[in-house]
């Protein structure tokens, strides 16, 4: 596969409140920070994550465009999806060959709705959003089946939070998710570009997998899906310092540790992690950022980045950075 690397990565201040900044407003300065971090102006393609469901309006994703300049027109797309998706949509787009950056950005704002009635309507239409359960109610089913010393996890996010300016300012610990709003980018870079750079972080493999949409046709104690992501990402294959998990509940890092094969010798979630702050949309695409920003810093040899979508981790997406190609 062709060789790509993270160059750059920034991310807001994450808030617990409407800031009252449009879309456009709230991207806007993370892309003036990649782009100087990376010296482009301009990228080859450029993909977003985002959901028009937070938003409240069709096509949102269109005016948050705005803030990256889409004149002259640009090679552009978007999921409705976590931007961790939009990362390795612009990967596959990269080994092309034909182009060799990508500007990949997330965003979203929670205060604006009721994120526990806007995640029910994900599910299953017929079967599963008639019951009326959202996502923490899907989390409690999941918790039950899982033995894990929550508090002790929580505790450790919130206490590693504190060192992280990004973070919001939690009095106390959590075991679920805080609603925040905020963004995150972060630009790929392939080819001729690889050898203009020196500090960069390498994805050294990249993949995702997914379970059945219906919990009851899975085993919630564990997560195949991210096992399997993880054993075609090689995060087996050596050493890792540095595992940046989408936790959204506390209980979910008993099961993501066990399905990526994670050791004692592991950080994990040196940066506090989602229960630190969860800016949906964006919050498994900063979970890359942080363990590139550790390995282009040199804390990190080898670290583990991995974003989750759907109800009790049924998407995961698991990525392996290192300091070498």
């Given at each position: 596969?062709?060789?790509?690397?993270v160059?750059?990565?920034?991310?807001t201040?994450?808030?617990?409140?409407?800031?009252g900044?449009?879309e456009?407003?709230?991207?806007?300065p993370?892309?003036?920070?990649?782009r100087?971090?990376?010296?482009?102006?301009?990228?080859?393609?450029t993909?977003?994550?985002?959901?028009d469901?937070?938003?409240?309006a069709?096509?949102?994703?269109?005016s948050?465009?705005d803030?990256?300049?889409?004149?002259?027109?640009?090679q552009?797309?978007?999921?409705?999806?976590?931007?961790?998706?939009?990362?390795y949509?612009?990967?596959?787009?990269?080994q092309?060959?034909d182009?060799?950056?990508?500007?990949?950005?997330?965003?979203?704002?929670?205060?604006?709705?009721d994120?526990?009635e806007?995640m029910?309507l994900?599910?299953?239409?017929?079967?599963?959003?008639?019951?009326?359960?959202?996502?923490?109610?899907y989390?409690?089913?999941?918790?039950?089946?899982?033995?894990?010393?929550?508090?002790?996890?929580?505790?450790?996010?919130?206490e590693?939070?504190?060192t992280?300016?990004?973070?919001?300012?939690?009095?106390?610990?959590?075991e679920?998710?805080?609603?925040t709003d905020?963004?995150?980018?972060?630009?790929?870079?392939?080819g001729?570009?690889?050898?203009?750079?020196?500090?960069?972080?390498?994805i050294n493999?990249?993949?995702?997998?997914?379970d059945p949409?219906?919990?009851?046709?899975?085993?919630?104690?564990l997560?195949?899906s991210?096992a399997?992501?993880?054993?075609?990402?090689?995060?087996g294959?050596?050493?890792?310092?540095?595992?940046?998990?989408?936790?959204?509940?506390?209980?979910?890092e008993?099961?993501l540790?066990?399905?990526?094969?994670?050791?004692?010798?592991?950080?994990i979630n040196?940066?506090?992690?989602?229960?630190?702050?969860?800016?949906?949309?964006?919050?498994g695409?900063?979970r890359?950022?942080?363990?590139?920003r550790?390995?282009?810093?040199?804390?990190?040899?080898?670290?583990?980045?991995?974003?989750?979508s759907g109800?009790?981790?049924?998407?995961?997406?698991?990525?392996?950075?290192s300091?070498?190609?």
């Amino acid at each position: 596969m062709r060789p790509v690397a993270v160059a750059a990565f920034a991310q807001t201040t994450h808030t617990g409140h409407d800031t009252g900044l449009a879309e456009a407003e709230l991207i806007l300065p993370i892309i003036r920070s990649v782009r100087e971090q990376s010296g482009l102006q301009e990228f080859g393609f450029t993909c977003s994550g985002s959901c028009d469901y937070l938003a409240g309006a069709p096509f949102s994703f269109v005016s948050a465009l705005d803030a990256v300049g889409a004149w002259p027109p640009i090679q552009e797309s978007h999921v409705e999806m976590d931007a961790a998706f939009a990362l390795y949509e612009a990967w596959v787009r990269l080994q092309h060959g034909d182009l060799d950056s990508a500007l990949v950005y997330g965003f979203g704002k929670s205060s604006m709705g009721d994120l526990r009635e806007i995640m029910t309507l994900q599910l299953d239409p017929y079967y599963l959003a008639p019951l009326g359960l959202d996502q923490l109610s899907y989390a409690g089913l999941q918790g039950s089946a899982v033995s894990s010393d929550v508090k002790k996890i929580a505790r450790r996010s919130w206490e590693s939070a504190q060192t992280n300016e990004f973070a919001l300012r939690l009095p106390e610990p959590v075991e679920t998710a805080p609603i925040t709003d905020g963004a995150a980018a972060i630009v790929l870079v392939a080819g001729d570009l690889l050898r203009e750079r020196t500090n960069l972080a390498y994805i050294n493999g990249i993949a995702h997998r997914i379970d059945p949409h219906y919990p009851g046709m899975r085993d919630l104690a564990l997560s195949a899906s991210a096992a399997a992501a993880a054993t075609a990402a090689g995060v087996g294959k050596g050493h890792v310092d540095v595992a940046e998990l989408h936790v959204q509940f506390a209980h979910e890092e008993t099961i993501l540790v066990k399905a990526l094969g994670l050791g004692a010798g592991t950080d994990i979630n040196p940066s506090g992690g989602p229960l630190a702050a969860n800016p949906v949309m964006a919050t498994g695409l900063i979970r890359i950022g942080e363990a590139a920003r550790r390995v282009m810093d040199g804390t990190a040899a080898r670290a583990v980045a991995h974003a989750t979508s759907g109800p009790c981790l049924q998407q995961n997406l698991v990525a392996v950075l290192s300091r070498e190609s």
